[in-house]
Each structure stands twice: as C-alpha cells, then as structure tokens.
C-alpha cells in the first residue's frame, strides 16, 4: 500500500474526535442495555462487550495523547454524535418504562447495533488512514486499529445475529439463541453472512 503525506487533516481530526465520543457513547449504551437483558448469554455477552468498550476509550485516549490532541476539544460533528448516543440511552429507558421485558430486550439490542455500525465505521476508516498515512500519525493509529479491530467486528456481527433472533423469536417462530453468530465465533462479514444462512440447520 503506497503511503502519502497529502490527506485532509482536518478531516482526519474529525474522525478522531468523533471515534472517541462514540467510545465514550458506547459506554453509556451498554451499562444500560445490559439492565435491559433478559438473556443471561446476551447480558453476560454485553457485559464483556462493555468491558472492551472501556478499553477502547483507554486506546483512544492514547492516541490523543500521542498526537498532542485534547481530549475534550469540541466540533459539530462531535457534538451530534453526543446527541446520538445520548438518544440511543433515552429509547432504551422509554423501552423499559414503557414496553414488556422482552420488547425492552429487543429495543436496546436494535439500539446497541445502531451504536456498533458508527462505531465499526469509525474503526475502519481510522484503519484506512493508517494504512496510507506517513510518520507517526500512521504509526499511532495503526497499533490502535491493530489493537482494536477484532473486537469492533465482534460486538457488531454478533448483535446483529442476537437482533435477528430475538425478532424471531418475539415472532412466535423458532429462534437460535445464542445466534449462530455467536457459536460459530463470527469476525467477518462474509462469516456473518455465512452463519445466517446455516441457522436453519441449528434449529
């Protein structure tokens, strides 16, 4: 991969910048939706998540601290992303005052996808950049994508598979629960998609 000194710096600011609000987002997601679990797999399975999101604002708090960047510098783009996650923890608590067990279940694990998808999207541009940026920027950001990726695929293919499931279950048909996702210990798209389609032959 041939690497460059030209790219949009102030660009790749805002990726940092929106990365760490949405660890920090993340957080806040995952303590409430594990008290919204109803499935001991998944809440044991969100409290190991929660735990790596933790971890995951530690990593980017050292690439801040690497680049000389504040931690706490604000933009536009930062501030929605507050926004988002803000909202997301709101619909989890709506979904509990408001709904059954199950619906809750089911609402915060839509939420938790919807969280993981920016998420996962942040990581693989920081990735991106990093494969063809120069000096220390590429240096930095590669350990951190390096140290982080596996779980980013992780915490978003296996949510999907539990949402799917939960969905049908709450459908009144048969649901594989813990996901094919998960026994099939899913890291990639195309392994995603593969274990959906086997589910049938887990029933």
């Excluded at 809440?43 to 933790?54: N, P, S």
């Excluded at 920081?126 to 951190?144: M, N, P, S």
Aim: charged share 30%; aromatic share 6%; glycine share 6%.
């Amino acid at each position: 991969m041939a690497r460059t000194s030209r790219y949009d710096q102030a660009q790749v600011h805002e990726l940092l910048l929106q990365a760490l609000e949405t660890e920090r987002g993340g957080i806040k997601i995952y303590t409430q939706a594990i008290l919204a679990a109803q499935n001991a797999d998944l809440k044991k399975e969100w409290q190991e998540y929660l735990d790596e999101t933790r971890t995951h604002e530690q990593v980017l708090t050292r690439v801040f601290e690497q680049l000389g960047i504040d931690t706490e510098e604000p933009s536009p783009g930062r501030k929605v992303v507050a926004h988002h996650g803000a909202s997301l923890v709101a619909a989890i608590e709506m979904a509990m005052a408001e709904g059954e067990p199950g619906d809750a279940e089911l609402a915060a694990a839509e939420c938790v996808v919807l969280a993981e998808t920016k998420d996962h999207q942040n990581w693989e541009l920081i990735g991106h950049v990093a494969e063809r940026v120069t000096g220390d920027l590429g240096k930095v950001l590669k350990a951190a994508f390096e140290a982080v990726e596996q779980d980013e695929d992780h915490h978003l293919y296996h949510t999907k598979g539990w949402t799917r499931e939960l969905w049908i279950q709450s459908l009144g048909f048969p649901a594989v629960l813990p996901p094919p996702e998960e026994v099939k210990q899913v890291e990639t798209a195309i392994g995603a998609s593969r274990a959906e389609k086997a589910r049938d032959k887990m029933l």
